[in-house]
Nanobody
Framework: QVQLVESGGGSVQAGGSLRLSCAAS????????MGWFRQAPGKEREGVAA???????SYADSVKGRFTISKDNARNNLYLQMNSLQPEDTAMYYC???????????????????WGQGTQVTVSS
């Protein structure tokens, strides 16, 4: 079974940076799509960034140029470097994994089967 544990969240001022980490276990590196999703109070969970089995990345328009997703297959870790943070980025951030047998839309929440418990990111103006 897949286990995902996020870390690295915290409180920062607008313009600051954070690096989120997701420690994954119970899966074979390269088999899964991996992604970062977020949910702000009163809003639906949305895809932020994803990386597919071939290493191709996808980003929500709202974070392009500011966030970078990466992975370390040897350590089974997923990362999200977040720069130029804005108050609109405030949310609970979740790491997720999917093991599809076909191509999936990488930022679609419904395509992911395994989820971490989340790490809070708060950005003050």
């Amino acid at each position: 079974q897949v286990q995902l544990v996020e870390s690295g969240g915290g409180s920062v001022q607008a313009g600051g940076s954070l690096r989120l980490s997701c420690a994954a276990s119970g899966y074979t590196a390269g088999d899964y799509y991996m992604g970062w999703f977020r949910q702000a109070p009163g809003k639906e969970r949305e895809g932020v960034a994803a990386i597919d089995r071939g290493g191709i990345t996808s980003y929500a328009d709202s974070v392009k140029g500011r966030f970078t997703i990466s992975k370390d297959n040897a350590r089974n870790n997923l990362y999200l470097q977040m720069n130029s943070l804005q108050p609109e980025d405030t949310a609970m951030y979740y790491c997720a994994a999917s093991l599809p047998s076909h191509y999936i839309l990488p930022l679609a929440t419904y395509n992911y089967n395994y989820w971490g418990q989340g790490t809070q990111v708060t950005v003050s103006s």
